[in-house]
């Protein structure tokens, strides 16, 4: 039997990638005057809702469509976090 | 005594706001064959440190540094989640 899972996943640059996005938000930052924020890497988050055997099909699931599609995996990690919805 | 933090950021479009974007890595995913996702938005996440007095002065940072750079009032909705770093 089918279950539904929403999932929330976050794609983030690999530490030893530059983010010129995040270096130009860091800069814009300082220039409103909060000269205490540093590090600033931005990612993508993305929530879908997909239906699923049971916790394992869903991470298997999730992990393939993060792999060939929303992560490129020679720049970037990704991580995700699976809700299952109860009906009701 | 200037504590520092550790902030993730969540910027989503309001669900009201349509998702180009979203709708098409939806129909990307169909065609690798998982017909049961659907509900995909595409949103950003951003990691920072930042300085800060406090809990209350790292959130009024965080409120108005998302207000006025990283999110865009009309079509988003921000949140963030934030931890002390703590030395030694």
């Known amino acids: 039997m089918a279950n539904n899972y929403h999932a929330r996943i976050y794609?983030?640059?690999r530490s030893s990638v530059l983010d010129p996005a995040g270096t130009a938000v860091e800069s814009g930052i300082k220039q409103m005057g909060y000269s205490g924020v540093?590090?600033?890497r931005i990612g993508k988050y993305i929530e879908m809702k997909?239906?699923?055997e049971d916790e394992t099909d869903a991470k298997t699931q999730l992990?393939?469509?993060c792999d060939r599609l929303?992560?490129?995996p020679?720049?970037?990690n990704y991580?995700?976090?699976i809700d299952r919805l109860v009906s009701g």
């Open 74 to 76: 020679v720049i970037e």
């Open 70 to 72: 929303l992560a490129n």
């Open 11 to 13: 794609v983030t640059l």
């Open 50 to 52: 997909l239906t699923a």
């Open 79 to 81: 991580c995700f976090e």
């Open 38 to 40: 540093e590090g600033v």
């Open 63 to 65: 992990d393939r469509i």
